[in-house]
């Protein structure tokens, strides 16, 4: 029976999310993750096999670490909302390689799928039903509405997390709201 690794994955992990949110993902590979960790190769290929073994799990890890800072503490729907979309522009603007790793690429294999999938989704779902309560409209303008604030923020995202666009961050968070209200009048919701 092999003995057990001397570092924990967590503890791999952790350092591969630091190199990545600082680095970047083109910078990190197997051998430079082992001299971030002051250890030698054998105990990341231990626990994930190979490079392709370490992507998937590095990706999970990030994926996770990402939504924590986007899951909304409020408890309606418009403010929920909102939270989200500014965690979202907060990570493009603070941690641009994760978010390009996670979200502008096809290294993390997160896909979300086409446009249906953004009102599909059971976590969108459940805030297109608040929105849907907050605003009182219809669930399908809810669902119109949260389709196109998301991709409007995500784009909006990319372009800073590309270095495309150079602004401030209140800057992108205010034309994120005022795009929500276009959104909403367009939705016939009565501000």
Do not use: W
């Amino acid at each position: 029976m092999p003995s057990s690794p001397k570092i924990p994955k967590e503890m791999i992990l952790n350092a591969a999310l630091t190199m990545l949110i600082r680095d970047g993902y083109s910078a990190l590979n197997i051998k430079a993750l082992a001299e971030e960790l002051h250890c030698s190769t054998q105990p990341i290929s231990r626990h994930f096999g190979n490079m392709e073994g370490f992507r998937k799990e590095l990706a999970d890890f990030a994926l996770s670490y990402a939504f924590e800072k986007l899951t909304p503490s409020a408890p309606d729907g418009r403010e929920a909302f909102k939270e989200m979309g500014r965690a979202y522009i907060e990570i493009a603007f603070d941690e641009p390689n994760l978010f390009k790793f996670l979200f502008m690429g096809d290294h993390s294999g997160y896909q979300m799928g086409g446009l249906e999938a953004l009102t599909m989704d059971p976590d969108n779902r459940a805030i297109i039903d608040k929105l849907a309560d907050n605003y009182n409209i219809d669930k399908e303008c809810a669902g119109l509405y949260l389709q196109n604030l998301i991709v409007y923020t995500h784009g909006l995202a990319s372009f800073i997390a590309s270095g495309v666009l150079k602004a401030d961050k209140k800057e992108i968070i205010d034309m994120m709201y005022n795009a929500g209200t276009a959104f909403l009048v367009q939705a016939g919701v009565k501000l």
